[in-house]
């Protein structure tokens, strides 16, 4: 596995694989890797000549009050996991180099951004779209892979990739969960005892709400209800219920057809999300 830090030696060795008509698939992450990062990896390894795993916190998707400083970096470890995953590049952009002096432009997630936690990180999703199309300028990738885990980011990823034409494609692969059902991320790493003891209850509550909608409930505000009941004894705050179409992320009031169950909730400082796609 070669690290490449600078951005044009990264596109340079992008372009050497196109010419050799090799592909590329591109896993982007913030690194502190787990499982989750590791499956996107493997499939990644699978379906391409090529595979490239870039670890880059980004400063602009952050609030100010948010954990930028104190994200988990945990790069060397991030490197021996990605070498037995057999990754070719591990790519390590700087960020005075990915934001210069002078850096202006913006992609906007839109109204997409606005929804579940856009309400809650404003920016947020218009730092992720310009970081990722920064990227997938850099690497130009035939595939890049995104968890499930974070489905409102990929839903608004897709939109981008359709909305700029962008020639790729992107793919959402399963949430990877710990044995007690709560999704891996990065941020677990800051819960204390008791509240890794709690965490799962947020995969509780979708299980609960999936049996509830299975057994006939359609009426979206007593589920959000129930879920709530289900869920502030455990946690600290919720900051959203949601059940949303699955494509259009719009508020309904009936489960008619395939539905998004989103969860976001703190316990202490950490902030956790969960979502599960339910279909007809
Ligand atoms: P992050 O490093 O948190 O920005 O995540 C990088 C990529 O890994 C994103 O596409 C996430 O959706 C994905 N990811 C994070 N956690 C998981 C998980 N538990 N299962 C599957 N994918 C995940």
């Known amino acids: 596995m070669k690290k490449i830090v600078s951005l044009s030696e990264m596109t340079a060795w992008s372009l050497r694989q196109a010419k050799q008509s090799h592909s590329i698939g591109f896993v982007p992450t913030m690194g502190a890797l787990h499982e989750g990062h590791l499956s996107l990896v493997r499939t990644a390894r699978k379906k391409n000549k090529r ?65 579940l936690c856009g309400q809650f990180r404003a920016g947020h999703f218009d730092g992720v779209c310009t970081v990722v199309a920064k990227l997938f300028n850099l690497v130009r990738p035939t595939k890049a892979y995104f968890g499930q885990k974070d489905y409102q980011q990929a839903v608004i990823l897709k939109r981008m990739v359709k909305d700029l034409n962008m020639p790729l494609a992107l793919e959402v692969l399963p949430t990877i969960r710990e044995m007690d059902g709560l999704a891996m991320s990065s941020r677990n790493a800051y819960l204390s005892e008791l509240q890794r003891a709690k965490a799962p209850m947020i995969y509780l509550a979708l299980e609960y709400a999936e049996q509830l909608i299975r057994s006939g409930e359609t009426n979206v505000a007593q589920l959000k209800k129930d879920i709530q009941k289900s869920l502030e004894p455990v946690v600290d705050k919720i900051q959203y219920v949601e059940i949303l179409d699955l494509e259009s992320l719009e508020n309904i009031k009936q489960v008619t057809g395939d539905i998004l169950l989103g969860i976001a909730c703190t316990l202490g400082k950490t902030r956790l999300i969960d979502n599960r796609v339910i279909k007809k």
């Open 51 to 115: 595979v490239v795993v870039s670890v880059f916190v980004n400063p602009t998707q952050f609030g100010p009050k948010e954990d930028f400083k104190k994200y988990p970096r945990t790069l060397a470890q991030d490197e021996r996991l990605l070498k037995k995953e057999k990754a070719d590049i591990l790519f390590l952009p700087k960020v005075t180099e990915m934001y210069p002096k002078g850096f202006q432009t913006e992609v906007k997630a839109g109204k997409l951004g606005l929804r």
